[in-house]
């Protein structure tokens, strides 16, 4: 059989986890929330093996910021709700706990897990390795240009593939990145004053952000004379979404055998 990569988000996981337990209101409480998140986790982690019946795993958390994002928008991620302290503080039993299950994991302060995911899947695809991607965010959605790669939605287990894309934003996996420059996309703002339609329509279009900056501004109404006036937010909002490609990790396909 070729080999098939899992590739797990970790904080997108632990944290979605985290916020579905019940929090117990007394004075162990919060550290018996953080015990029930560490067990539902690891049961997590062992259905998704199992789903996915990987030959190779790796688990990456976030490194501490700040990234590149910062540095080129110091207001990235700055509404996000902040990670609860203890929960932050004993991040490292779950380190401990998957590579107690034989499972390889990776941090590296000042990289963020999306782009070390988007940079190993890069590599998996020129060696034509199937990857799949556990997270529910939607910034890896740009790598499912490659029908190698699908992400797995762990807790809907929904699969979303290339096909997928199209369905979901009526656009191609190749066109997101432009689509997101004008929309927004998480933590990374858009076109004031142009939503998901408008950005759809542009695209559709004119094909991509470039096809729409090269457009006469004198003559250009709506959203098209609004992205014009804001070509460097939209310039700005695209190399914020766009994920790594080259990092150097010192990791080898060996090293994540499972």
Known sequence: MPPTLLLIDALNLIRRIHGAIPVQVNATGEDKHIDATVIATLSSVQRALRESNPSHVLI???GDPPTWRHRLFP?????????????????????????????????????????????????AIAAKINTVILSTDRIYRQLLHSPLVSQRDHFRKINFVSNSVK????????????????????????????????????????????????????????????????????????????????????????????
Request: include cysteine; proline fraction near 4%; charged fraction near 20%.
């Open 167 to 258: 369905t979901q934003f009526g656009l191609s996996p190749q066109q997101l990145l432009d689509y997101w420059s004008i929309a927004g996309v998480g933590d990374i703002p858009g076109v004031p004053g142009v939503g998901k339609k408008g950005a759809t329509e542009l695209l559709n279009r004119f094909g991509s952000l470039q096809g729409v900056l090269a457009q006469t501004s004198s003559e250009a109404r709506g959203a098209l004379k609004k992205v014009l006036a804001h070509k460097n937010q939209a310039q700005l909002s695209m190399q914020l979404a766009t994920l790594q490609r080259e990092l150097k990790l010192g990791l080898s396909l060996k090293d994540l055998r499972y």
């Open 60 to 62: 990456v958390f976030d």
């Open 75 to 123: 207001d990235y991620k700055a509404r996000r709700q902040p990670m609860p302290p203890l929960l932050r503080k004993r991040l490292i039993e779950f380190n401990n706990a998957f590579r107690n299950m034989g499972l390889m994991t990776f941090r590296c302060n000042g990289t963020e897990a999306d782009d070390v995911i988007g940079a190993i899947t890069h590599k």
